[in-house]
């Protein structure tokens, strides 16, 4: 059973940066494809990046040259570095191991962009 912990999010104003962290333990982690959702209130949890076993990145369109996911397969963890944040961002993130068509899930952390 795949266990994943996010840590890291906050309160955050316009323009500034925050540091996503998601250790996982329970399964091959270097086989798994790794990512980032988030959920903002009233609406659906939409993918913001996620990163393949081989190292492929994909992000939203809504982040792209803002946010950064890198994974480090010797501690199990997957990093999320967002910066220029806006309100927009808000949201609960969460963060999502796939392997074999199997789907985990973090509890959440929730970043909060307000000045």
């Known amino acids: 059973q795949v266990q994943l912990v996010e840590s890291g999010g906050g309160l955050v104003q316009p323009g500034g940066s925050l540091r996503l962290s998601c250790a996982a333990s329970?399964?091959?982690?270097?086989?798994?494809?790794m990512g980032w959702y988030r959920q903002a209130p009233g609406k659906q949890r939409e993918l913001v990046a996620y990163?393949?076993?081989?190292?492929?990145?994909t992000y939203s369109d809504s982040v792209k040259g803002r946010f950064t996911i890198s994974r480090d397969n010797a501690k199990n963890t997957v990093t999320l570095q967002m910066n220029s944040l806006t309100p927009d961002d808000t949201a609960v993130y969460y963060c999502?191991?796939?392997?074999?068509?199997?789907?985990?899930w973090g509890q959440g952390t929730q970043v909060t962009v307000s000045s």
């Open positions: 999502n191991s796939q392997l074999l068509g199997r789907h985990a």
């Open positions: 329970g399964g091959l982690f270097i086989m798994m494809t």
């Open positions: 990163i393949t076993s081989g190292g492929t990145i």
